[in-house]
């Protein structure tokens, strides 16, 4: 199994809608990171974050530490989302997840 | 400010062929680190460097990966007699600071092992 588990591994939705990403981990972690991959493979850091709840834009990120539970959300979603997210943990190190594609269709 | 850069963009090397990957990071960002992404997969680690130290190398595959930052700045990953199982995007990122720092990350190295 896995130490960083994503989910769904693909998703396909429609332009406008509220898209939820889901990251559970089962290492200790110092924080959670959500990335973000274009095709062509350049990465974009989403978000870092520890505790609690960050937004920036239409893009949410969410953790519960007790839980080792993690959500990226997009609101009112639009085809330049379309992109591979990638959930990371770090503690002394970066453990990766295998990633969601997402597609927004127009 | 520039990014962090990395050369080649694409390398095709035939098996048994030595080949060199440069990262150029953030100027003044004191950590740096190598990652693997196979097709399909996720990053995985391969080694971290804080300044010049080569802090952790644990993640490289084989004795035949071999990364260097001799003046903490440039680095570069050599991987000697390629196979095709080394064929991947090889991912160089950096930071100011440890895994609890946000990492920028270059564009990657798509090589392909014939």
């Given at each position: 199994k896995n130490e960083v588990e994503q989910s769904p591994q693909n998703l396909t939705a429609q332009e406008g809608e509220f898209i939820t990403i889901n990251c559970s981990y089962s290492v200790g972690i110092s924080a959670l990171h959500w990335l973000q991959q274009h095709p062509g493979g350049g990465i974009v850091s989403l978000f870092m974050l520890s505790s609690g709840k960050k937004k920036h834009g239409r893009l949410i990120a969410t953790i519960n530490i007790q839980e080792k539970h993690s959500s990226l959300h997009i609101t009112a979603?639009?085809?330049?989302?379309?992109a591979v997210y990638i959930c990371a943990v770090s503690n002394n190190d970066m453990r990766f997840g295998a990633g969601t594609r997402l597609t927004v269709k127009p | 400010g520039a990014g962090v850069s990395q050369s080649p963009r694409y390398k095709v090397a035939k098996r048994g062929q030595d080949v060199a990957l440069r990262c150029d990071p953030?100027?003044?960002?004191v950590s740096l680190f190598w990652y693997q992404q196979a097709l399909g997969q996720g990053p995985e680690f391969l080694t971290y460097f804080q300044n010049e130290a080569q802090?952790?190398?644990?993640?490289?595959?084989?004795?035949?990966f071999f990364a260097e930052r001799p003046e903490g700045s440039v680095s570069t990953l050599k991987i000697q007699r390629?196979?095709?199982?080394?064929?991947a995007v090889y991912l160089c990122a950096s930071s100011?600071?440890?895994?609890?720092e946000t990492q920028y990350f270059g564009p990657g190295t798509r090589l392909l092992v014939l």
């Open positions: 979603s639009h085809p330049r989302d379309s | 953030i100027s003044g960002h802090l952790d190398k644990s993640g490289l595959p084989s004795d035949r390629t196979q095709q199982e080394d064929s100011w600071g440890t895994y609890q």
